[in-house]
């Protein structure tokens, strides 16, 4: 079984939509729907926004369900000027630029526990689903993801999270799923498609771009599964 965690219900209304016999539970305040996406048993929800939520949801699809695979899929913002709106990314690693304690001599981003920095992602679906989002005539970005509890609002922060931990795109919950896989030895994928360049404060991007971002990517994500 796979899991797919998404933030927003945007980003899973389709996927739902999607699952044949499907049967919804409530788990704490998260409502889990289980069914097939074509012949691949699925479990998906809405964890809510940030890295808390999504890692404990990544937690339950683990213990309670079986997955022996997570996804987070949703939108992210740019940090690089070669990652352009309504581009998807597969990430290569998450990192969790908010995660500091070198105050006691670690390096910036060190998630303590499992000790790293950079959280590696399946290689196996990226080049899988790049190879069949080429078929469709789209192309598949890869890069470091950086997760955060935070927006990221301006130049400076965009700069930052680019400078320091080589990222191309970043979001509030890829990082958090993929400590609590990694920290399980579940293979993980952050798979986003982007809305807005981050770090411009002053535009509405996001807003505008949201529902078709999330929209597209879920019905090129479930396709793709579907065929497997």
């Known amino acids: 079984m796979i899991g797919i965690v998404t933030a927003m219900s945007c980003e899973a209304e389709e ?109 196996n679906f990226t080049e899988g689903f790049s190879e069949f989002l080429c078929a469709k005539g789209e192309k598949l970005s890869k890069g470091i993801i950086a997760t955060g509890d935070r927006f990221i609002k301006t130049e400076e922060d965009r700069k930052y999270l680019s400078e320091t931990f080589n990222a191309v795109a970043g979001e509030m919950e890829g990082a958090a799923v993929g400590q609590i896989c990694y920290a399980n030895g579940v293979p993980y994928n952050d798979v986003r498609m982007i809305t807005d360049k981050a770090g411009n404060s002053a535009n509405d991007e996001y807003t505008c771009n949201l529902e078709e971002c999330a929209v597209r990517l879920a019905q090129l994500f479930i396709e793709y599964i579907a065929k497997e």
């Open 15 to 123: 996927v739902r939509k999607a699952l044949t016999d499907a049967v919804t539970e409530k788990i704490g305040a998260v409502e889990y729907t289980k069914g097939f996406i074509g012949s691949t048993e699925a479990v998906v929800a809405v964890c809510g926004i940030g890295k808390v939520f999504a890692g404990a949801c990544a937690q339950t699809m683990i213990v309670n369900y079986g997955c022996s695979h997570v996804f987070n899929i949703g939108v992210a913002g740019s940090l690089s000027d070669s990652l352009d709106i309504k581009q998807i990314i597969s990430a290569s690693a998450t990192v969790q630029h908010d995660m500091d304690t070198s105050a006691i001599g670690d390096p910036v981003g060190l998630i303590s526990g499992i000790n790293v920095i950079e959280i590696p992602c399946d290689s």
